[in-house]
């Protein structure tokens, strides 16, 4: 699918470059991007870095990636109708997950590794009455286990866990290193601010995807891509100007 959007970008003259990005400063109202070939300039710019999912860093994460360990239970909830998983998280996104999941799976465990969740008590106490649900708390998690697919999980006080999937939700990072010298605004977790057009508050640059605050923050490709053609929309009529 990439391949394609990149061949009916290039069908429309655009010039595709497969180049790192290592530097990007302004000076007199022009952007120059210094990449690990190449400068470039431009009147404006589109930053769509997107943000990466934090790991547990435990053994097994890794090896079943896609075989039952899943950063996303809006995009893979479906896949374990009727089975038993876990999440792992204490925020709104965790519990927002065993929510989604609360449609799907037969038996949920939230593990936590605190007493408390961070999460809004409201959404706390409805996860607590449900009946599917079985909170373990302060839990660490020493290892996700499996054959061809995630089987169960041991946590760091020895007790096993058999399921058939693993949902970690303890966060994301957005990347903006590249764009933190131009003073760019930024929300208390990291992620870029953007106005209704997806400019930010730097004249000229403009955010899309996961990277910024943007769709409510819903963070799926669809409202990235979204995003993507807004912001192309408003910078052609900025550079209109």
């Known amino acids: 699918m990439m391949n394609e959007w990149r061949e009916h970008a290039e069908l429309f003259k655009t010039v595709c470059k497969s180049e790192t990005v290592v530097e990007i400063i302004k000076e007199s109202g022009i952007f120059k991007l210094k990449t690990n070939q190449n400068t470039y300039t431009a009147r404006a710019v589109i930053y769509g870095t997107g943000a990466t999912h934090r790991h547990l860093g435990v053994k097994g994460e890794k090896e079943f990636a896609s075989k039952g360990v899943s950063y996303c239970p809006t995009c893979d909830g479906m896949f374990f109708m009727g089975k038993t ?6 925020g709104d996104a965790a519990l927002r ?7 799907y799976a037969d038996k949920i465990y939230l593990i936590h590794r605190r007493d408390e969740f961070r999460a809004e008590p409201i959404l706390v106490d409805k996860i607590k009455a449900s009946e599917k649900v079985e909170i373990i708390t302060p839990a660490n998690i020493k290892e996700i286990v499996g054959e061809q697919a995630v089987t169960g999980i041991e946590l760091e006080d020895g007790r096993k866990i058999e399921i058939n999937g693993i949902f970690i939700e303890v ?4 990347a903006t290193e590249l764009i933190k010298n131009l003073n760019v605004e930024l929300d208390e977790a990291g992620y870029v601010k953007t106005n209704k057009d997806q400019s930010t508050n730097v004249e000229g ?5 996961d990277v910024t605050t943007g769709s409510n923050k819903f963070r799926q490709v669809l409202t990235a891509a979204s995003e993507g053609a807004i912001a192309a929309d408003a ?5 209109n100007k």
């Open 85 to 90: 998983i876990a999440i792992v998280g204490g």
């Open 235 to 239: 910078i052609f009529k900025y550079l």
């Open 205 to 209: 640059l403009y955010a899309a995807g």
């Open 171 to 174: 966060g994301s990072s957005p």
């Open 97 to 103: 997950g065993v929510q989604v999941m609360m449609r």
